[in-house]
C-alpha cells in the first residue's frame, strides 16, 4: 500500500485528530497512522476551563462547529449525550494524614474548592477517551483525512523535501511519503525511539510513577462526607486526595465509570509495592481510612495500569520535516491537568506554522518559526514541572501546598478571561511564565517552596505568594474569608475589570456573552443536571 500525503500524522489521540482537522480545513492532504485502533483505553481525561477555551478557539479558526459543542457540559449534552463524559465544575482537594479518618475545622484548613464555573451549563468537562476520542478521528476521516489503524511504522527517513514511513498494515507492507511528520503519539513515542531522541532529565521533581484504571460503582464524596454548602458538588470535579508522597484523582463520567489512579513519589510506591496493581491499592487505601470509603463497593472496569516513571520530556522537540506536539514533547503529572492546555497551546501554534507552507514550498521564515515553537513548547514544560515540584515538596503542608496551588489558579483565570476579552497579550505562555512579572516571581516562589522552609520562611514564602498572585486574581482568590471555598462569581470579574485593562462595561459584556450570567429562567431552561444551584451563581 502506497500514500502520499502532505503531513502524517502519528498517533489518532484527540490531538493528532484535532491536528488533522485543522490542517484539512487549510486543504492539506493528511494520513494519521495508528497502531492500535478505537475505542481504546487512554488515560489523561480532566479538562479545565483554558483547555476548553482553547479547543473552542481552535474550532472557531478552523470552522469546526462539531467540534465546539464539546467545549461545555450543556453543548456537549444536547448535542452528543452519545459522547461519554464527565462534568467538572471544578478542582477540589482534600488533604488526609496517614491512617486517621478525614476531619476538617471550620476554616476548611484541610480542603481546598475552586469553581471553574457558575453553573452546570457552562462547566468543564473530564473526557471519557475512548469515545472522544474515536469521535474525533471519525470527525477527521469525514474531513477526509486518511485513517490508517492497526499499523506499525518500522522506518522514518528525511530526505530533502520528503519523509518515508515503511512498515505494515494488516500484515501488508505499507510505504507512507509526506512533506511533515508530526508525531502526536504521546510521551516516549514515535519520533522519539525511531530518531533516538534524548530524554532531557528533569529539573526539579522527584521520580514519581503512576497506578490507576477505571472504576465502576465509587461511592461518592459527597455522600461519605456529606456539606451542603460546598460551592459546587464536591464530586462534579477533578477530585483530589493528597498525602505527603503522593495524591489521587478521581473523576466521574455520566456513563457510571470513574477513573482513579494514584500519582506518588518512589518512595511511597516502594512502601505500597505500586507495581502489585490491585493489592497496592489496597494497602494505599489501608492508610487513607475515608478514601476507602469511597472504594468500598467499586470494582475495576479495566486492568491496573502502573507506570514505573510518569514525567518525560525530551530535548528536542523539532527538526527539518517533523515535529513533535507537546504531548509526544513531555508529561510532568497529572496535578493540575496540564496536559491538555499544552497540547492545544502546541496544536494551536504548530498549525500556525503549517499553515506558513505551501504543499513542497516553506516560507522563508520557516526554520525560525520551528525553533520558536520548540523553545516555547519547552520553556512551558519547565514551568508546569517546576510548579508541579514545588507542589510535590509540599504535600505535608496543606496551608503551603494550597497557595502554590492559588498561583495556578490565578495564572489559568486571568489567562482565560484576557483571551476571552480578546486581549491575550496580557498572558504570555502557559501559567504566565512568559509575563515580564509573573514570570519571574513564579519561579522564584516556586525555588523558594522547593527548598522546604520552616517558621519564619515558610510563613514569609506564603505572604509572597499572596502578593504575586494579587495584580492578576480575577476570581476572588486573595479573599481569605472565603476560608478556601471559591465560588465562581461574576463580580470578581467585574471588580478586577482594570487588572485586564478592561472597563466593567466590557466584562459585563463578556459575562453575557459567554453564558456566565443568565437569568433564572435562561438557566433552568438549559439546565441538564440536577446539580445546577441558581442561588450559588452569583
Ligand atoms: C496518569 C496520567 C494522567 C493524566 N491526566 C490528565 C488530566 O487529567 N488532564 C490533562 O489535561 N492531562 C492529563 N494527562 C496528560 C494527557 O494524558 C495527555 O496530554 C494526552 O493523553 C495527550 O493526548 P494525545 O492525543 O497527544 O496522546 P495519546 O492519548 O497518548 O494518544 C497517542 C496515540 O498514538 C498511538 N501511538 C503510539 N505510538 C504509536 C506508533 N509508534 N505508531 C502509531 N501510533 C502510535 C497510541 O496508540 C495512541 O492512540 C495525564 C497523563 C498521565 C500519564
Known amino acids: 500500500m502506497r500514500v502520499d500525503a502532505d503531513v502524517a500524522i502519528v498517533g489518532s489521540g484527540f490531538a493528532g485528530s484535532l491536528t488533522a482537522l485543522g490542517l484539512r480545513s487549510i486543504g492539506r492532504t493528511v494520513a494519521i497512522v495508528e497502531r492500535g485502533r478505537h475505542p ?25 462547529p462539531q ?9 456537549w449534552q444536547r448535542s452528543r449525550p452519545d459522547v461519554a463524559g464527565g462534568l467538572k465544575r471544578g478542582f477540589t482537594f482534600f488533604f ?36 472522544f476520542d474515536q469521535n474525533l478521528v471519525r470527525e477527521a476521516e469525514a474531513a477526509g483525512a486518511i485513517y490508517l489503524d492497526d499499523t506499525a511504522i518500522d522506518r522514518v527517513a528525511f530526505d530533502g523535501d520528503r519523509a518515508t514511513l515503511d512498515g505494515r498494515r494488516l500484515g501488508q507492507p ?9 508525531d502526536a503519539s504521546g510521551p516516549r513515542g514515535f519520533l522519539s525511539r525511531a530518531l533516538g531522541l534524548d530524554a532531557s532529565p528533569l529539573r526539579w521533581l522527584p521520580p514519581t510513577q503512576g497506578l490507576y484504571t477505571h472504576f465502576e460503582h465509587v461511592t461518592r464524596w459527597d455522600a461519605v462526607r456529606p456539606d451542603a454548602d460546598r460551592p459546587y458538588p464536591a464530586d462534579d470535579a477533578a477530585l483530589h486526595h493528597v498525602f505527603a508522597g503522593g495524591w489521587i484523582w478521581m473523576l466521574r463520567f455520566g456513563n457510571g465509570v470513574t477513573s482513579a489512579g494514584v500519582a506518588l513519589t518512589d518512595e511511597t510506591a516502594a512502601r ?53 506536539l507537546p504531548s509526544a514533547a513531555g508529561v510532568i503529572d497529572p496535578l493540575l491537568s496540564t496536559g491538555f492546555p499544552l497540547a492545544l497551546l502546541g496544536i494551536g501554534r504548530l498549525l500556525d506554522v503549517l499553515e506558513r507552507t505551501a504543499p513542497g514550498k516553506k516560507c522563508p521564515d520557516w526554520d525560525n518559526a520551528l525553533r520558536a515553537y520548540e523553545r516555547i513548547t519547552l520553556a512551558e514544560l519547565d514551568a508546569t514541572e517546576q510548579l508541579v515540584a514545588a507542589l510535590y515538596a509540599s504535600m505535608d503542608d496543606a496551608a503551603l501546598f494550597k497557595r502554590l496551588t492559588l498561583l495556578y489558579f490565578a495564572a489559568a483565570s486571568f489567562s482565560e478571561a484576557a483571551r476571552r476579552l480578546k486581549r491575550p497579550e496580557l498572558a504570555p505562555g502557559f501559567l504566565l511564565h512568559g509575563h515580564p512579572a509573573f514570570g519571574p516571581e513564579l519561579h522564584a516562589l ?14 514569609e514564602l506564603i505572604k509572597m505568594i499572596d502578593a504575586a498572585i494579587e495584580p492578576f486574581d480575577v476570581a476572588g482568590l486573595c479573599d481569605r474569608s472565603r476560608r478556601d471555598w471559591y465560588p465562581a462569581r461574576a463580580e470578581d470579574l467585574v471588580q478586577n475589570a482594570s487588572k485586564l485593562r478592561a472597563t466593567a462595561g466590557e466584562v459585563d459584556v463578556l459575562l453575557e456573552r459567554s453564558g456566565f450570567r443568565i ?15 441558581d442561588g450559588r451563581s452569583g
Request: net charge positive.
Open 40 to 64: 481504546r483505553f487512554a488515560i489523561g481525561e480532566s479538562s479545565t476551563p483554558l483547555a476548553n477555551l482553547l479547543l473552542e478557539e481552535l474550532a472557531d479558526r478552523y470552522g469546526l
Open 67 to 75: 467540534i465546539r459543542v464539546f467545549s461545555k457540559w450543556g453543548t
Open 96 to 131: 488526609h494524614q496517614p491512617g486517621q479518618p478525614f476531619g476538617d475545622d471550620r476554616e476548611h484548613e484541610r480542603q481546598l474548592m475552586v469553581a471553574a464555573s457558575p453553573h452546570d451549563d457552562i462547566g468543564d468537562t473530564h473526557w471519557y477517551r475512548p469515545d
Open 174 to 182: 505499507i510505504h507512507i511519503r509526506a512533506s511533515f511528520v508530526v
Open 272 to 324: 505500597i509495592g505500586a507495581a502489585d496493581g490491585a493489592a497496592a491499592w489496597d494497602r494505599l487505601l489501608a492508610g487513607l481510612p475515608s478514601v476507602r470509603e469511597q472504594f468500598q463497593s467499586a470494582r475495576t472496569a479495566h486492568p491496573w495500569i502502573h507506570s514505573p516513571r510518569l514525567a518525560f520530556r525530551t530535548a528536542r522537540v523539532c527538526g527539518p520535516g517533523w515535529a513533535l
Open 446 to 459: 516556586c525555588a523558594m517552596a522547593l527548598a522546604k522552609p520552616h517558621g519564619r520562611a515558610r510563613d
Open 519 to 533: 437569568s433564572s429562567a435562561g438557566l433552568k431552561a438549559c439546565t441538564t443536571s440536577d446539580h445546577v444551584r
